[in-house]
């Protein structure tokens, strides 16, 4: 079974400043790893994704994750927080056992960002 | 090139009907899977099709049924609505296959149950 925790329901940090939302993973398999953002009232945008390839992934935005098998994380990380980044924050697991990629969310972060 | 699309956008139904929402995938991709977004909560995998088949599902009971068509898209329906159906529908598409652990989402479909 998979499962995702979020480590933080609600992160607010300044305009400018760096962004740190944890997450840490539960999989029997080898995983695939993502995040997704959800703006309000609006459906989830993928921001980046983990497939065991570079443990440090890249994403769009400005967003960046890094896969630690030891640690069981895959914190998602930006240097500089911009107004436009509040909003909903989700971990995401995908077993790849077998071909049916079935998604498990974590309970998001609700990411505030102030002037 | 389109992405996902949902229809309706929003719907409004009373307890014990039946209501039917719609998904057409992002070109060129062959799986739709569904989630329900309770609202300040994650979305949950309802079931997921590939080939006009349910090929896997997750905890949700037989009230929550769907269909996916010659064409990819795909339908949800669900029967004798309770109050805690009320939730954002979301419909995924992805390509089965190498990538296929990668889902597109749609806007979704805001269901309110009165």
């Known amino acids: 079974a998979q499962s995702v925790t979020q480590l933080d329901s609600h992160v607010s940090v300044s305009e400018g400043t760096p962004v740190l939302l944890r997450c840490n993973y539960s999989?029997?398999?080898?995983?695939?790893l993502f995040w997704y953002v959800q703006h309000p009232n609006k459906g989830l945008q993928l921001l980046l994704k983990?497939?065991?390839?570079?443990?440090l992934v890249k994403g769009i935005n400005g967003f960046e994750a890094e896969f630690k098998k030891s640690e069981t994380s895959f914190h998602l990380t930006k240097p500089s927080a911009h107004m436009s980044d509040a909003a909903e924050y989700f971990c995401?697991?995908?077993?790849?056992?077998?071909?049916?990629?079935?998604?498990?969310f974590g309970k998001g972060t609700l990411l505030t960002v102030n002037p | 090139d389109a992405g996902v699309t949902q229809s309706p956008t929003h719907l409004i139904k009373t307890r014990g009907q039946q209501v039917t929402l719609r998904c057409s995938p992002k070109?060129?991709?062959?799986?739709v899977s569904w989630y329900q977004q309770a609202l300040g909560q994650g979305p949950q995998f309802i079931f997921q099709?590939?080939?006009?088949?349910?090929?896997q599902r997750g905890n949700f009971p037989d009230r929550f049924s769907g269909h996916q068509f010659p064409n990819y898209s795909s339908e949800l329906n669900v029967n004798a609505l309770l109050l805690g159906d009320s939730a954002l529908y979301l419909c995924?598409?992805?390509?089965?296959?190498?990538?296929?652990?990668?889902?597109?989402f749609g806007p979704g479909t805001r269901l309110l149950v009165l």
């Open positions: 999989s029997s398999y080898s995983p695939s």
């Open positions: 070109s060129g991709h062959d799986t």
């Open positions: 099709y590939y080939e006009e088949e349910e090929r």
């Open positions: 995401v697991v995908s077993d790849r056992g077998g071909s049916n990629y079935k998604l498990t």
């Open positions: 983990y497939t065991s390839a570079a443990t």
């Open positions: 995924a598409s992805s390509l089965e296959g190498t990538g296929g652990e990668t889902q597109y």
